[in-house]
DNA sequence: TTGCTCCTCACGTCACGTGAGGTGGC
DNA sequence: TTGCTCCTCACGTCACGTGAGGTGGC
């Protein structure tokens, strides 16, 4: 018969902690192979051993446990591999994220803060675009305009129309509040498209509001926009101009033109009163 | 007289949430310029605007709240640096930690699980050593390891003493239980030094005790070593051989060795009863 | 007056860690 | 019999998020 390991024996073979064992058990993560009716002694099976290594690998990054119960539970291969890759790929562009952060305060350190970037307030004109409209989370819309951005361009082309203008976004307030809010990916086009037949379900053709906006240009990688954020919203606040409606940004030079992240440029506009 | 701004505008400026702002006054970390002594409203101050960005930025990397207070109240710049650019190194290793388990987990999934290496029970006899006691955390273990490893070579280069084998560790259990236990780093030597003069503070000259002990080689990057731990562990509790006393890692091939992780070699030791 | 914004509790979340107080097994 | 290991509550931690229920300002 296979031996039973105490929760203290099957620790050290996994190292797991005990109250991590207890922990896993109590949510029916991993629940050990016996316990004694009497005394209530957890009794782990030398199988489990695999089971709770892959807990322990998936906790080392951050998998929240309900994930993991998935891949534990998930009925076929393909089905597990889905759930790894989905968080192995939010893991990076994590890491991603991080290393650019961690690249910006580095900068900040060194004092390399440049002089900032003027304000213009100027009047801008309604635009004919090609959109995609989504509510998005913010820790993943990076990866959602990409593929938003794309797709309207290799739409555009493909119905002939001309590029009026730099591709960007509309941000709602929601969205920079509660982190998770509607968010417009769009791209100027010169004239409608002749049917819409040949726009896939999600790709609107739609008319921009134009109107007054304070405008700064962001220099550099987009880790670092909220600099340009906060000091165009303070200009606003101080001259007491403050509009309402979404935030544009257009992105006049991207990761697509350059491989530089300091030659990055993007234009945020924020609405004002006229 | 400078504008002071709602706490809604001052979300809107910072792209910090409403409830975070409200918790960072609470704890005492971001408190409002103002607040109306009738209504409890919160008045900002728009000189606020970068201290909150400093603290959104921190934030992203998972800097803790108190850590931050620190940064924020720094008498001077080199105090506020030292805490900053030890957080980033700290996030730095984390980040080659986290590359690394994603790495061997896509390895996993690409099914490249070799066969299991042999486990061998042998008698190890005592040994001179030179060594390093210190109290580790889990996830400070390897930067500690390289520092001490690399001090103990030098002074056994200096006083003269001629190696006898690879460089390794001692864990304790309650590292592996705790993550927060006694780790004794060690180079084994032909004789003890001429005098103790020659030693700094913290490097001893002692005698490791022998014994018997089940031996694994581990061949891979460390973010992998918990499989080899897990099949050491399976086959000692299988054979009810389970003994007392720290864990030994004899480090064959180390990194200063090669540039090929999967090259590196671990001897894991586990105590076993004669 | 109508919304909108703001307020304060109080409680929930996530994955455990930290004791207290007590019992079982060799 | 003595330690050691194990058990179950109950509560704490961290940084907020989620309502409920109510009030202030334009």
Not at 1 to 30: Q, W
Not at 104 to 130: I, K, M, Y
Request: proline share 7%; charged share 25%.
């Amino acid at each position: 018969m296979a031996p039973l390991l105490t929760i203290g024996e099957f620790s050290r073979a996994t190292h797991l902690s005990v109250k991590a064992l207890r922990h896993y058990d109590e949510v029916g993560l991993l629940s050990p192979a016996d316990v004694d009716r009497a005394s209530g002694y957890r009794r782990y099976a030398l199988g489990q051993v695999p089971a709770a290594q892959v807990i322990r690998r998936f906790r080392d990054l951050d998998m929240p446990i309900d994930l993991i119960r998935e891949v534990l539970g998930a009925p076929d291969r393909e089905t597990r591999d889905r759930v790894i890759v989905d968080h192995l790929a939010r893991m990076e562009a994590k890491l991603d994220q991080t290393q650019a952060t961690v690249a910006s305060l580095r900068g900040l350190l060194e004092g390399r803060s440049s002089a900032p970037a003027p304000v213009e307030v100027r009047n801008d004109p309604a635009s004919l675009v090609l959109c995609i409209r989504g509510r998005v989370l913010w820790d993943e819309a990076e990866p959602w305009l990409d593929d938003a951005l794309r797709e309207l361009q290799g739409m555009a082309e493909a119905e002939g129309l001309e590029s009026t203008g730099p591709v960007g976004a509309l941000y709602s307030e929601e969205f920079f509040e509660a982190h998770d809010g509607e968010v417009v990916a769009f791209a100027p086009v010169a004239r409608m498209p002749a049917g819409a037949a040949g726009l896939t379900g999600r790709v609107v053709p739609t008319s921009l509001p134009g109107g007054p906006v304070a405008v700064m240009v962001h220099r550099g990688p987009f880790a670092s926009i909220d600099t340009t954020y906060a000091a165009l919203g303070a200009h606003v606040v101080e001259h007491g101009i403050g509009g309402i409606g979404p935030i544009r940004e257009n992105y006049l030079v991207t990761a697509d033109d350059t491989d530089d992240p300091s030659a990055l440029r993007t234009e945020v506009c924020w609405p004002v009163r006229g």
